[in-house]
Nanobody
């Protein structure tokens, strides 16, 4: 069992930046791939970014490519999502999730464990 906790969300003006953290407890997730998803009110949960278990491969949605960076620090059992040049359309609840699978990172059904989410609000 893996428990995930997201942190770092908040209110920021357009053009600003935030860094989200995903911390794991209960079991190390160094052997898991980790993904970030987001869900805005009235919309489906959408893929944002993912990182392989080794950290050697990263994946991004087109909408965030060049603005967001995903990274992991296995020493502290954490994964980060650095977000730059935030836009109002980035407003959503952001979730991290883990999977032992090696593909399908863009699909919510790929992931086994999910955090509770952290709210990101970008004002115009």
């Amino acid at each position: 069992q893996v428990q995930l906790v997201e942190s770092g969300g908040g209110l920021v003006q357009a053009g600003g930046s935030l860094r989200l953290s995903c911390s794991a407890s209960g079991r190390t997730f160094s052997s898991y791939a980790v993904g970030w998803f987001r869900q805005a009110p009235g919309k489906e949960r959408e893929f944002v970014a993912a990182i392989s278990w080794s950290g050697s491969s990263t994946y991004y949605a087109d909408s965030v490519k060049g603005r967001f960076t995903i990274s992991r620090d296995s020493a502290v059992n954490a994964v980060y999502l650095q977000m730059y040049i935030l836009k109002p359309e980035d407003t959503a609840v952001y979730y991290c999730a883990t999977t032992t699978l090696g593909s399908g990172y863009g699909l919510p059904r790929t992931y086994n464990y999910w955090g509770q989410g952290t709210q990101v609000t970008v004002s115009s």
